[in-house]
Nanobody, 125 residues
């Protein structure tokens, strides 16, 4: 079993930045692609970004491309999401995710093996 613990959420003003962290434990970190989803009130959970164990990245281009950066530190078993130029529509609970696959599992939340409990990001205008 993989345990994922997010941190770094909070309240930020429009245009500000936050960095989310997700610490993983329980299994070999490099066996997993890591990523982030988010869920806004009243909306479905949506994919944000993912990163393979060697650093290959894929983003939700429509929502966050050019503003968010995902990275991972395999020595620290941690994945990060640097969020810049935040907008009110970025307000959501952000969930860390882990899956052995880098591919199809990430197209829908139901495909993901492991989830964190989430951290709330609120962007105020």
């Amino acid at each position: 079993q993989v345990q994922l613990v997010e941190s770094g959420g909070g309240l930020v003003q429009v245009g500000g930045s936050l960095r989310l962290s997700c610490a993983a434990s329980g299994r070999t970190f490099t066996d997993y692609a890591m990523g982030w989803f988010r869920q806004a009130p009243g909306k479905e959970r949506e994919f944000v970004a993912r990163i393979g164990w060697k650093g290959t990245t894929i983003y939700n281009r429509d929502s966050v491309k050019g503003r968010f950066i995902i990275s991972r530190d395999n020595a620290k078993n941690t994945v990060y999401l640097q969020m810049n130029n935040l907008k009110p529509e970025d307000t959501a609970v952000y969930y860390c995710a882990a899956d052995p696959s880098f591919g199809g599992a990430w197209y829908a939340p139901g495909g993901i093996d492991h989830w964190g409990k989430g951290t709330l990001v609120t962007v105020s205008s």
